[in-house]
Each structure stands twice: as structure tokens, then as C-alpha cells.
């Protein structure tokens, strides 16, 4: 039995290569975690409720006498010298402290008078001074200021040629009054605010009024609101809005001086 022949089958089984390993499965990555909404819109609410609800400082403690003293310097004679009181108003050094008190409020109350009485003099000298000051260099700062201002207007009317006509000053000095407590970042944005409102309330009366147009010389330059580039002109951004109106005579003025 040793020696049987093989049938085809087996001999073909033990001729076949071994058959490979079994591959190891790869491992599954791990999924991330789901957001905890929750949590996300508690930490939004927090947000928005901080935007809305403003930050209290916490106030500042009071200040103690000493420091208030400390910051204006008030003189404290016993700092130097414990005695000092005794020795100035001769009281005897047997004296109870009920005399000892008595006498520190009559320096308190001398004290305190020669301090008004310092500050009183030096503000009315203060004033004297510059009443002096007024008096010697006011008729020069007046020809300055008005010089600046004969210059602020040529600006402005070389910028807008169109409004220079006298007959338009009226209407430039009711929008002046309009915009004076707006603010501006320049010069130039006020001049154009200026003009802008002008020319709609001139459109008003005649509408073919051309804001761009060259007016013809006049031989004279209208003058500008006193306070036309001013208290609300310089640092501000906001942009003004469109003057309010002006009175019907205005208007009748103008444009009867346009029929004219």
C-alpha cells in the first residue's frame, strides 16, 4: 500500500505553492468627536451677553485724609515737631488736650485764610495780566483773525466760483448756521457740505442753477459766516446732513434778485 501510485489530483495538491498568510484587517480610524452644541451655544450666548451688558469699573475707594493731604501738600506743622503748637501759642505744658485742640483749629482757620487770600490774588493778577495782554496785542490778533478769514473765503469761493454772486451770501449764512454744530474732518469737507447746501436750496428757486458753473465776477468777494469753519470744523468725522430750511424771504430775496 506504501508504493500506490498517487492519483493526478493529489499529486497536483502537493506540487501548489503554500498559500499566502491571511492579511491582518487594517484598523478603523477613530471617528471624531461630535461637537458638543451644548456647550457651543453657552459659550455664545456668554459672548453676546458680554457685548451687550457694558463692563462696570469698579469705583475707586475713597481717599483718606492723609492721602488727600499728601496730594495737596497741606502743612503739617507737628510733622516736624511734636510740640510745635505748644511752643507757638506759649500754652502751658501742663495744658489738657481740649486747650491743645482749641488752639490747633485758630492755626487751622489761619492757615486756611492766607491760602484763599493766595489764590484770590494771584487769579485777579492773573486777569490784570492779561487784560494788559488784550489791550497791547488785541488790535493785532483782530487784524490777523480778520486777514485769516478774508483768506478762508478766497478758498472758498475759488473752490465754488458759482455761489460767489452777492445775492447768494443770504442763503450761504443760512446754511452756515445749519451745519455749525457738525463736525468735520477738514477745510475741504466743510466747503463742500457748505456748498452742497447752498446749491440745493438755490435749485429750490431757479433749477437750472449749476453748482459748477463760472459765475461772473462781481468785484467783490462776499464774506463767509463768522463761524463758517469753527467750533464744529477740525477733528471730527462725522459727515453733516442737509441744513434744515431757511426763512421764505430768503428765498424770495434770491430769487427776486435772480429775476433782477
Known amino acids: 500500500m506504501a508504493?500506490?501510485?498517487?492519483?493526478?489530483?493529489?499529486?497536483?495538491?502537493?506540487?501548489?505553492?503554500?498559500?499566502?498568510?491571511?492579511?491582518?484587517?487594517?484598523?478603523?480610524?477613530?471617528?471624531?468627536?461630535?461637537?458638543?452644541?451644548k456647550a457651543a451655544v453657552a459659550d455664545l450666548a456668554a459672548a453676546a451677553r458680554d457685548?451687550?451688558?457694558?463692563?462696570?469699573?469698579?469705583?475707586?475707594?475713597?481717599?483718606?485724609?492723609?492721602?488727600?493731604?499728601?496730594?495737596?501738600?497741606?502743612?503739617?506743622?507737628?510733622?516736624?515737631?511734636?510740640d510745635f503748637y505748644k511752643k507757638f501759642f506759649r500754652l502751658n505744658p501742663e495744658a489738657t488736650q481740649e486747650e491743645a485742640d482749641a488752639v490747633k483749629g485758630v492755626f487751622?482757620?489761619?492757615?486756611?485764610?492766607?491760602?484763599?487770600?493766595?489764590?484770590?490774588?494771584?487769579?485777579?493778577f492773573d486777569k490784570m495780566m492779561m487784560d494788559?495782554?488784550?489791550?497791547?496785542?488785541?488790535?493785532?490778533?483782530?487784524?490777523?483773525?480778520?486777514?485769516?478769514?478774508?483768506?478762508?473765503?478766497?478758498?472758498f469761493y475759488e473752490a465754488y466760483p458759482a455761489l460767489k454772486a452777492d445775492k447768494f451770501s443770504r442763503i450761504i449764512d443760512g446754511v452756515a448756521k445749519g451745519i455749525k454744530d457738525d463736525e468735520f474732518e477738514g477745510e475741504s469737507q466743510y466747503f463742500?457740505?457748505?456748498?452742497?447746501?447752498?446749491?440745493?436750496?438755490?435749485?429750490?428757486?431757479?433749477?437750472?442753477f449749476d453748482l459748477g458753473k463760472q459765475q461772473q465776477?462781481?468785484?467783490?468777494?462776499?464774506?463767509?459766516?463768522?463761524?463758517?469753519?469753527?467750533?464744529?470744523?477740525?477733528a471730527g468725522k462725522t459727515v453733516p446732513g442737509k441744513p434744515e430750511t431757511t426763512s421764505d424771504n430768503k428765498v424770495n430775496e434770491l430769487e427776486a434778485d435772480w429775476q433782477g
Open 3 to 37: 508504493n500506490e501510485p498517487k492519483s493526478g489530483i493529489e499529486e497536483l495538491e502537493l506540487d501548489a505553492p503554500p498559500a499566502p498568510p491571511t492579511p491582518e484587517p487594517e484598523p478603523k480610524p477613530t471617528p471624531e468627536p461630535e461637537p458638543d452644541l
Open 51 to 82: 457685548l451687550r451688558e457694558p463692563k462696570v469699573e469698579p469705583k475707586p475707594e475713597p481717599l483718606s485724609k492723609e492721602k488727600i493731604d499728601e496730594i495737596w501738600a497741606v502743612y503739617d506743622p507737628e510733622k516736624g515737631d511734636k
Open 108 to 124: 487751622a482757620a489761619v492757615q486756611e485764610g492766607f491760602v484763599k487770600q493766595s489764590l484770590t490774588g494771584a487769579r485777579n
Open 132 to 155: 494788559e495782554i488784550d489791550k497791547k496785542y488785541g488790535p493785532a490778533l483782530e487784524y490777523v483773525s480778520k486777514a485769516e478769514m478774508r483768506e478762508r473765503q478766497d478758498r
Open 192 to 208: 463742500k457740505a457748505l456748498a452742497d447746501g447752498a446749491a440745493e436750496l438755490i435749485k429750490g428757486v431757479i433749477p437750472d
Open 217 to 234: 465776477p462781481t468785484g467783490k468777494t462776499p464774506k463767509l459766516p463768522r463761524y463758517s469753519v469753527g467750533g464744529g470744523g477740525g
